[in-house]
């Protein structure tokens, strides 16, 4: 099965994104394939797991990626990002991050955002393998993909914690309680402490999440959130410091 190239299918997802997109122009040449295609690959199982508007579909999906890991293993993949990767080594892993992502999907709202963390961990730790990354970085990287995820009104509750449900008084089809909790959710990812790693992309990736998490912190809404010129430097810095280090 002929595949179309890799760049051609990620090039919508780094126009829709230009945040994404410099941070490529970061990564050292021997991270960029692999930490991009691990950067699509979440943002398409996010849009999965939490941007579907029937909890069916979205098992119908990861159905087809359960299939998916299978026919990487035997070097048959039909999906174009297996080829930002070695499918065969890395088929294992992609298995496990499709078992995750259906836990999560099965799953009951978590008690806060660190419990939420905690229980995106083997996910995450499974997109670090594929990125070659830190488990840490991906866990944050991760929390801030689901916050800009459309919510589907079917999986809202896989996103928000139960404490930001309950203090805003969130229900379905109540779009001004989810945006308030929304707000604090991003304050709340806000307060952590941005993981220090090694890698450049990875480095410029999460300081232009910050910058994003600042501005919806502000309760800008998602639609309105520019990349700034600011966010543009800071991240270049960071990915000075990862080369200075």
Aim: no cysteine.
């Amino acid at each position: 099965m002929t595949l179309p190239p890799l760049d051609a299918y990620t090039a919508d997802t780094l126009e829709r994104e230009p945040a994404l997109a410099l941070a490529m122009r970061f990564a050292a040449p021997d991270e960029r394939t692999s930490l991009l295609g691990t950067a699509v690959l979440m943002r398409e199982l996010l849009q999965i797991a939490i941007g579907s508007s029937d909890g069916r579909v979205a098992e119908a999906k990861l159905g087809w990626w359960h299939e998916e890991a299978q026919r990487w293993a035997t070097g048959a993949p039909r999906h174009p990002l297996a080829q930002a990767f070695d499918a065969i080594e890395v088929a294992p892993t992609l298995g496990v991050l499709i078992g995750e992502v259906s836990r999560w999907l099965d799953g009951s709202s978590s008690a806060n955002a660190a419990a939420l963390s905690d229980r995106l961990a083997p996910a995450a730790n499974a997109l670090a393998d594929l990125a070659r990354s830190s488990g840490v970085a991906w866990r944050y990287l991760l929390l801030v993909g689901a916050l800009r995820q459309p919510v589907g009104e079917a999986l809202l509750f896989n996103v928000l914690p139960l404490d930001l449900i309950a203090r805003h008084g969130v229900r379905r089809g109540d779009t001004s309680s989810r945006q308030k909790a929304m707000v604090d959710f991003a304050n709340a990812l806000s307060a952590w402490p941005t993981p220090s790693v090694p890698s450049r992309g990875t480095r410029a990736l999460l300081s232009f999440e910050r910058g994003y998490l600042s501005q919806r912190a502000a309760g800008v809404a998602d639609e309105n959130i520019r990349l700034r010129r600011r966010d543009v430097l800071r991240a270049w810095w960071s990915a000075v410091g990862a080369v200075s280090r």
